[in-house]
């Protein structure tokens, strides 16, 4: 099949959508990926792009074809606006002129869900199938991120999304709980699939590369949070239990990321004294990222009090999963429920920063063997729910079935 994927991020930019497009090229598929400038999350296009420089990429064998946008830069009002529009203009302009025809189009949909015209405009065009992958529900994810005050502007998302939905083939969720939100929307239930994320390779097999040693990491107790450091995490409770914790010294926070909450999170770790508890050590490549796995005693998964959130597996759990690494979670809804239906971790609802620091005690205080249990019980279950092996091939079936 000739596959074109609609995606605004792709690499170097780090999305599960990556590792979905070399798989499908592996099994024999032609894959196109139809993608802007990369500059997420830091709002500055990468070293080596601007706005009108390098327009094709060659991504493990995938045609990457990448249109101009506007950056990000610190992803508020105005400018996040402009990102969004701008890949929409350029990318329906594109398809236009581009004069190919693919079978299929899958749009990667995280926000923003707008990112799903040019491959319905391509299946207007040339009679394709359009599949969307719903990562972020629309508008429910903006309104929990405190974007939108408008009830007007509330209403033309509601009315935009809407219309996404029912020109899609398809519509694929990577949580269930997604699922009544869409049927709401006047999705009949037969067009709406189950289809959750996994973990790339490196992490279910636990590829490591010790060539990373030079980067240091404390011997003590590490809780160990992997991802971008924005609103959605809920950095003001993470801190905030970390200062309660500030009394037992052999207890480290280690952030390995990046995103607009950082330059906050640095003033607050230096107001509130906590440069021995909390260790920030800045954005490295997905690759590198099992080095930093093993290095952990716990991971740290965290979402905000928000009714949306509840309703998210954070493709970050499946990760922490793969790698077999016990999770202490403070977070709502279906996430929480794997972590305790699997047994692979410590749990407190959203919010709960108490509950939180006393969670991170109560690991600390476990025995490193039952912790390693705790992280095995997280491996079967990915295993069991989540192995990639089977998403993707249940995804080309959806494909063909058309």
Known sequence: MKILISSQYFWPETFRINDLAEEL???????????????????????????????????????????????????????????????????????LFHRKKYDVSLTFATSPITQAYPALLHKKIYKSKAYLWVQDLWPESVVAAGKIKSNVLLEILNKIVKDIYKKSNKVLVQSKAFIPAILEKGIKKENIIYLPNWAEDLFTLNIVNNNDDQIEIPNDFVVMFAGNIGESQDFESIINAAELTKKYINIKWVIVGDGRKKTWLENEIKKRQLDNSIILLGKHPVERMPYFFQKADVMLLSLKNEEIFSKTIPSKLQSYMAFGKPVVAMINGIGKKIIDDSGCGFTTNAGNYVGLAENIIKAYNTPHEILEKMGSKGKLYYHKEFEKKIIIDRLIKIFEQI
């Open 25 to 95: 090229q592996k099994k024999g598929h032609e894959v196109t990926v139809l993608t802007g400038k990369p500059n997420y999350p830091q709002g500055r296009f990468y070293k080596g792009y601007s706005f009108f420089k390098h327009n094709k990429d060659n991504y493990k064998g995938i045609s990457v074809l990448r249109v101009p946008l506007f950056p990000r830069f610190n992803g508020k009002g105005l400018y996040l606006v402009l990102n969004y529009v701008s890949f929409v203009f350029f990318s329906c302009i594109y398809i």
